[in-house]
């Protein structure tokens, strides 16, 4: 079985810039979330996604959204780009439970300069 | 709002030890509680997964526990080895999808 996987490994941009960054969940997973990690915060969570609606959001600004095709197939998308988003970008699946093991991507690490 | 605090923040060992990673959390109200090895640069690989309602879990090496009532876990790792080397990080989970993570361990483990 395929594992989760992110595309773009690697992004380079600048301030002001936007991207868009896909994860692909293990098939069969219906839940798809994304977590931010930088060295001073550590790992925190952006959003999660179940069936195409978004069911929990962190504490981020409205630059940062997200969207889920029927698919499962997620994306994130970070608009007007500030240098405190540079980041590891992870994405995990997990099944339809809240209690199954989330599975994590390789993630996708984003320079902003 | 759920906080989770992970001790020590470095952890430096020869080949051989038993070695012990905290983990704490201060609203016990979780569904589960999953430690997690991070090699760098590389995402996150799972090691274990406590139930709320389990105490206990291993898989080879390792064995993590569960305390909820006083908001502890503990991941056990016996004869450690150097390749063992990595960050590991606790995270529980409290509503739907959403885990909290600690800052993690980092564990270096010398020949």
């Known amino acids: 079985k395929a594992g989760v996987t992110q595309t773009p490994r690697y992004l380079i941009k600048t301030r002001g810039q936007q991207v868009t960054l896909s994860c692909s969940p293990i098939s069969g997973h219906r839940s798809v979330s994304w977590y931010q990690q930088t060295p001073g915060q550590g790992l925190q969570f952006l959003f999660e996604?179940?069936?195409?609606?978004?069911?929990n959001k962190g504490n981020f600004p409205g630059r940062f959204s997200g969207r889920q095709f029927s698919n499962s197939r997620s994306e994130m998308n970070v608009s007007t780009l500030e240098l405190g988003d540079s980041a590891l970008y992870l994405c995990a699946s997990t099944t339809l439970g809240p209690r199954d093991t989330q599975y994590f991507g390789p993630g996708t690490r984003l320079t902003v300069l | 709002k759920q906080e989770v605090t992970q001790i020590p923040a470095a952890l430096s060992v020869p080949e051989g030890e038993n070695l012990v990673l905290n983990c704490s959390f201060t609203?016990?109200?979780?569904?589960?509680l999953q430690w997690f090895r991070q090699d760098p640069g590389k995402g996150l690989t799972s090691l274990l997964l406590?139930?709320?309602?389990?105490r206990e879990q291993t898989s080879g090496r390792l064995n993590a526990s569960l305390d909820k009532s006083s908001g502890r876990s503990t991941l056990y790792i016996a004869a450690s080895q150097p390749g063992d080397s990595a960050t590991y990080l606790c995270?529980?989970?409290?509503?739907?999808?959403?885990?909290?993570f600690g800052k993690g361990t980092m564990l270096l483990v010398s020949p």
């Open positions: 609203d016990s109200a979780i569904y589960n």
């Open positions: 406590i139930q709320s309602s389990q």
């Open positions: 996604y179940f069936s195409e609606t978004q069911r």
């Open positions: 995270a529980v989970l409290s509503g739907y999808s959403t885990l909290t």
